[in-house]
């Protein structure tokens, strides 16, 4: 094993346990290190800090460990049992819910690593080279796990790589195979696309925030702006929604959202799917057309580089909402950008509310839920953010 060595003084974030080394960090790289490697990270004075994935880049080590501790033999068993353990004690794994978050990266102690569970099956993405290079063994070991059925494995890491890692991944079964794609979220029944649809196939991070939407929509006219697969509409229909709009400018989103409520709620005319691009349909809507709205957008700002302009947009989308929403009605609004800061969102919506000239009051501040942890450790493991408010 490549022994990677850093510049004095520049441990101290290790020491606390943080699981990156950034390349500025760095003293020296043998030349023989690849990516993906295994290597050992020692401080400038020869210390062991620990052992992780190397990548090119600015994050150039995910540690797995640390201290001189290497990793044994059973170590991604061990790692994925805990996290098991932790889902159990959430109570996710029950017969009325079997779709959550198994590895959730770093909040996991597997950098680098997502899998999310659908009935039998784990869909699993590598975000380093290094764990692409462990996905047989870590396939393994998910069909090993004593408390979870896992029966199929599907390997889903076309678009999370670093292409420039040039390692052509296939979107492909580890282990199993196809046999049905059906989910169950708390009660509710969801067809899963994890062979095209986005991410590993379903925002399994917003259930939390789709049942607290439940509790909203009795009696209520309901949109759903980025529908997507149309999770927050299920849910409003289950809640009494009088009426539900779901909008998506991706006809494939649109058709799987139709498909779910029909799954759920064969024939029911209370719904209505549009395939037009979201910002047309809030300028072009009548105004109190509706009194519960959620604005649940792909992320406007997935680099630092568009910051700026994904702050203009969250601003614009919502103070259109603004303008449009019922008086008393009740607006779910969220961003998924890791670099937008829950301030930084707080202040582009409360911005949007000034200029609306509405009175708005905060009910509820949302994130990520339990089967997405954040280590201590590590901060930035926070992304997902929401209000919840009440407009005058």
């Not at 009660?187 to 917003?206: A, E, H, S």
Request: glycine content about 8%; aromatic content about 10%.
């Amino acid at each position: 094993m490549e022994t990677i060595t850093l510049k004095p003084r520049k441990e101290e974030s290790i020491l606390r346990h943080h699981p990156w080394v950034f390349s500025g960090a760095i003293a020296s790289i043998p030349d023989s290190v690849e990516e993906g490697n295994l290597v050992k990270v020692v401080s400038a004075d020869g210390k062991t800090l620990g052992y992780g994935h190397y990548q090119i880049g600015s994050i150039a080590v995910r540690l797995l460990t640390f201290g001189d501790n290497p990793l044994a033999d059973d170590f991604f068993r061990t790692r994925l049992e805990s996290a098991c353990r932790l889902r159990k004690t959430l109570g996710l794994m029950r017969q009325d819910n079997n779709c959550f978050r198994l590895v959730h990266g770093e909040g996991d102690f597997l950098p680098g690593l997502v899998i999310d569970v659908y009935g039998d099956t784990a869909v699993v993405q590598a975000h380093s080279p290094g764990m692409h290079f462990e996905r047989m063994k870590i396939a393994e070991a998910l069909t090993e796990l004593p408390d979870l059925p896992i029966r199929n494995v599907y390997y889903k890491s076309e678009t999370t790589l670093p292409y420039k890692a040039q390692l052509d991944p296939q979107n492909d079964y580890l282990i199993g195979r196809f046999d049905g794609n059906i989910a169950i979220e708390n009660g509710l029944r969801f067809n899963i696309d994890w062979l095209r649809g986005q991410k590993t196939g379903f925002f399994v991070d917003q259930r939390e925030n789709r049942s607290l939407l439940e509790k909203y929509a009795h009696g209520r006219n309901v949109l759903n702006m980025f529908c997507y697969t149309g999770g927050f509409s299920v849910y409003a229909m289950r809640g009494g929604a009088l009426k539900v709009d779901s909008v998506d400018s991706s006809a494939k989103a649109a058709a799987l959202t139709d498909a779910n409520i029909e799954l759920n709620f064969p024939g029911d005319p209370r719904h209505k799917t549009h395939a037009l691009d979201a910002f047309k349909y809030l300028a072009e809507m009548e105004k109190d057309a509706y009194d519960l709205i959620i604005l649940d957008p792909p992320a406007f700002a997935k680099h630092r580089s568009a910051l700026k302009n994904g702050l203009i947009g969250y601003r614009k989308l919502n103070a259109k909402a603004f303008e449009k929403i019922k008086p008393g009605g009740i607006l779910f609004t969220f961003s998924c950008s890791q670099v937008v800061t829950r301030e930084m969102f707080r202040l582009a919506v409360f911005t949007a509310a000034a200029q609306s000239g509405r009175k708005v009051r905060i009910l509820h501040q949302l994130t990520q839920p339990a089967d997405h942890p954040v280590d201590i450790s590590h901060p930035e493991g926070e992304y997902l953010k929401g209000l919840v408010l009440y407009v005058e």
